[in-house]
């Protein structure tokens, strides 16, 4: 039985980070002419309501993405990262404008193009609901009621040839940790040229530790880890971190959240944050 519900969470510091990366990510994979698809396992509701009772009883967007003074992030910047973040900020502001945000389905039919086809899978039926709402009419993209897990291999290699695959559980059961590790291993032994981003929850450092050494002795190669932390790690003080473990990133997103993260751990959590940009295959 499900209950997680991403309206408690939308736009907190974990969403900064994973958004980010996927904007980025697609944006580069967008340089090239040649149709692109990209599949969204654990697709969400699609689009949250900063005013919505869920989002003030937790304030995560006020902490998060709320908190972030775009104009001080990009002062000085190189040019790559500097468009990367103002990628960001532009697909952004509509939402933010009218004090909503965007989840990573709406952030990426605003950055594929009319060719490219998306597919979201979302297995709780209120949020697949609102999923099939919020997306309705763009005839780009495919919803499904659906296990993502269960469903990811059958739909690669894509006619399309070239993918991205976001996997972005609630981890709400023991064995996603598992789960997700077993799912970027098969995709890359399916198809070794899929950039994958998954995302992790640091609740406890141990799954997270887990989780890289398993993907350290798959057969995966270029596997980099990407962390923003707003509070020490500890047991029982909720999600104090998030990453994302990418397959195949663009090359040039490393050097880009070199430069970024520092700043933005900064603006949201100067005493206690951390970041961590690591080539993972290199160790
Ligand atoms: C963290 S949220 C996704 C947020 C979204 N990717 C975003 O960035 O806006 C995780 C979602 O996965 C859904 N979910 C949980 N288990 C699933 C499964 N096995 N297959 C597909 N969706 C699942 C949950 O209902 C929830 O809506």
């Not at 996603?176 to 981003?197: P, W």
Request: charged share 20%; proline share 5%.
């Amino acid at each position: 039985m499900l209950s997680y519900r991403h309206a408690y969470h939308a736009g907190n510091h974990a969403d900064v980070l994973k958004h980010l990366v996927l904007v980025s990510t697609l944006h580069y994979a967008t340089r090239k002419a040649s149709p692109l698809f990209y599949l969204d396992t654990h697709g969400g509701a699609a689009l949250y309501f900063l005013q919505s009772e869920q989002a003030l009883k937790t304030g995560e967007a006020a902490n998060g993405i709320r908190k972030i003074d775009f104009a001080a992030l990009g002062a000085g910047l190189d040019e790559e990262t500097r468009n990367g973040l103002d990628l960001y900020a532009a697909a952004l502001k509509p939402f933010l404008d009218k004090k909503t945000y965007p989840g990573s389905p709406l952030l990426a039919a605003h950055m594929l193009r009319r060719n490219d086809h998306l597919h979201l899978c979302e297995l709780h039926t209120v949020e697949y609901q609102l999923l099939r709402h919020h997306t309705d009419g763009d005839p780009r993209i495919a919803c499904e009621h659906i296990d993502g897990y269960q469903r990811a291999l059958a739909l690669l290699p894509p006619v399309q040839k070239r993918a991205v695959v976001l996997i972005d559980p609630s981890y709400e059961t023991n064995d996603e940790f598992r789960r997700t590790v077993r799912l970027v291993v098969d995709i890359n032994q399916r198809m070794r040229s899929a950039q994958i981003l998954l995302w992790y929850p640091v609740v406890g450092r141990g799954d997270v530790d887990r989780m890289i050494a398993a993907l350290q002795r798959s057969e995966v190669r270029d596997l980099w880890q990407f962390e923003l932390g707003v509070a020490p790690d500890q047991i029982g003080h909720g999600l104090t971190a998030s990453g994302m473990l990418a397959v195949n990133p663009p090359y040039t997103l490393p050097g880009q959240l070199r430069a970024l993260l520092p700043r933005i751990q900064e603006q949201l959590a100067p005493a206690y944050g951390h970041w961590v940009v690591k080539n993972l295959f290199a160790e």
